[in-house]
């Protein structure tokens, strides 16, 4: 129980005096900066499944 007690006030201190928080510019940015990432990965994405569906209909046409 102690080293359980023991673990827990570790755990604040280190949460409460050696975390270094975002401000709120370096967290508006981060999440800009996610948003924008997020944005290209779905239309890469989407243009390569537009690209796979076309690549398959002319394959079926051809054996169909």
């Known amino acids: 129980m ?10 604040y201190n280190e949460l409460v ?7 709120r510019a370096e967290l508006s940015n981060s999440a800009v900066v ?7 990965i779905a239309i890469v994405i989407f243009a390569m499944d ?3 569906e076309h690549l ?9």
């Open 17 to 23: 005096y050696k975390v270094s928080w975002p401000t």
């Open 34 to 40: 996610v948003m924008f990432a997020s944005l290209v």
């Open 50 to 52: 537009q690209v796979f």
């Open 56 to 64: 398959m209909e002319f394959v079926y046409e051809k054996i169909f």
């Open 2 to 11: 102690k080293k359980i007690l023991a673990d827990i006030k570790e755990s």
